[in-house]
Every structure is written in C-alpha cells, then in structure tokens.
C-alpha cells in the first residue's frame, strides 16, 4: 500500500480564517480523495482530485468552501475556507491501492481541525 | 439515497470469544464491500475486503456477503483487547471512483 503523510496532524483554528491540509503519497496516483469524519461520525466524501483537471465535488461541497489543488501525481492540499465550528473535524487524503482496480481505499493519519 | 447501516453498539465481547459484525446496504449495484478498523484518535485501516457471495477468511477475520439479501458481516474469531477499535463497513458502488459509502460504524470492547 502507499505511503500517505498529511500535514498538520493536528490544529485549532478561529473562526472566520482558512487552513490548508497537505498530502503527499509516495507513489504516482491518478485519483486523490479528500474525506471528511465530523466528530461522532463516519466518513464522507468531500472530493476527487485528479491532477490536471478540477477537483469533482460530492453534493453538499463546494469549490469555494473546499478549494483542492492537485499540481502534480504525489500531491494534493485541501483548504477548508472561512471556518465555522461546524468545520471541526478531521480531515482524510486517501488512495486506491495502486493498480489494482479493487476499489480498496487507504488512507493518511488524518488532519484534525477544531474551530473556536 | 443510497445507505449503509450497522449497529453502533457498543458490542461488548469476552476475550476469546467471536465478535459478530454485520452491515447492510440499500443499492443492488454495490459491487465491493469493505470492513475498516479505526482505533479511537487514528484513521481507518482497511483489515478485509469482499467481492463475491460467501465467505472469506484472512486470519482470525472472515467476512461474509450475501448480494440477494444485501448484507455483509464480519467475524472476529478469538478476540482480543487490542480489537477493541470501531469497525467501518464500506460500500463501492458501480462507477463510482474512489467513492465509498461508510456505515456509522459499530464499536467493539473486548473485554478480558
């Protein structure tokens, strides 16, 4: 499976600013995907990020909420835009295994964000 | 809308004994099924996955799928303390990269 860092880890963050979540995998991947865990919950899909082209957003998330970029095959940073509490969560950059069609996803250490 | 239901437990089991799992899906066209483990405070890890009918088995893990009834289980034979995490069930449906759609999750305490 890929190597997947994310960076912060961890922030706490006032309300009204931005933060942008990094994500580096250790391998060329086509498809990047940003998911999000709200406390107490399972995940959702944010996001597809696919290098060279727009990110696809899952309904209920918007570009100008969500801004991806995707500059290269190993890259992605998500930021999460003018934060409210309701933004506290952690944060997830996942791959598929590489090459293999399963559908198999893994996933970084996750970036844990609280909004005061 | 397409859903993913589990029991969010606690499931409370002794050591040694099997936990039971069991997940089910709304969408006919689910075409790959997944059991993540996620120890409190860390993401998901991906520990079994299934694509066909019946039963699979990786260790003290087996995981079951029944498409006809739209259901898929995981067992955990002999449990241990360090099973104690919640365990994820997730779907992928047809065309859909990348895409998966979690359960809430059932939480499982082993107890020794």
């Known amino acids: 499976s890929a190597v997947i860092s994310q960076k912060p880890s961890r922030d706490i963050c006032q309300r009204g600013t931005s933060l942008t979540i990094q994500c580096q995998v250790d391998?060329?991947?086509?498809?990047m995907f940003w998911y999000r865990q709200q406390p107490g919950q399972s995940l959702t899909l944010i996001a597809t990020?696919?290098?060279?082209?727009?990110?696809?957003?899952e309904s209920g998330f918007v570009i100008d909420k969500f801004p991806i970029s995707r500059p290269n095959l190993t890259f992605s940073t998500l930021t999460v835009s003018n934060m409210s509490p309701e933004d506290s969560s952690i944060y997830l950059c996942s791959v598929e295994r590489l090459r293999s069609g399963t559908g198999e996803l893994f996933f970084g250490e996750g970036s844990r964000l609280t909004v005061l | 809308q397409k859903e993913v239901e589990q029991n969010s437990g606690p499931l409370s089991v002794p050591e040694g004994a099997i936990a039971s799992l069991n997940c089910t899906y709304s969408d006919r066209g689910s075409q790959s099924f997944f059991w993540y483990r996620q120890y409190s405070g860390k993401s998901p890890e991906l520990i079994m996955s299934?694509?066909?009918?019946g039963d699979k088995e990786d260790g003290r893990f087996t995981a079951q799928l029944n498409k006809a009834s739209q259901y898929v289980s995981l067992l955990i034979r002999d449990s241990q303390p360090s099973d104690s995490a919640t365990y994820l069930c997730a779907v992928k449906y047809v065309d859909s990269w990348g895409k998966l759609q979690f359960g809430a999750g059932t939480q499982v305490v082993v107890t020794p």
């Open positions: 299934i694509y066909s009918n």
């Open positions: 391998s060329q991947v086509t498809m």
């Open positions: 990020a696919n290098q060279g082209s727009e990110a696809t957003y």
